[in-house]
């Protein structure tokens, strides 16, 4: 079964966004619902999920910095 827009209702695409989410209701701290927001624009027929999770990704900061270069390494 495709879940592209193309071949989905919006009805379908609702269905599909709750079943991989889950109980968007069952978290105490509120961070389900913005997920299932994020994915709004699916269920609205205007981008594909993969664009989502793409752009999701691209902005995504793990909050851990690298270690600092403090010279070149030529002394």
Do not use: W
Not at 6 to 31: F, L, M, P, Y
Not at 43 to 50: F, K, L, M, Q, T
Not at 62 to 67: A, L, M, Q, Y
């Amino acid at each position: 079964m495709s879940i592209l827009i193309k071949d989905t209702t919006r009805e379908e695409r609702e269905r599909i966004v709750a079943e991989s989410i889950g109980n968007i209701n069952g978290s105490c701290d509120g961070c389900m619902a913005g997920l299932a927001d994020m994915y709004q624009d699916y269920i609205d027929g205007i981008r594909e999920i993969s664009e989502i999770n793409m752009a999701f990704r691209a902005h995504y900061e793990s909050g851990v910095d690298g270690p600092e270069k403090k010279s070149c390494g030529y002394m």
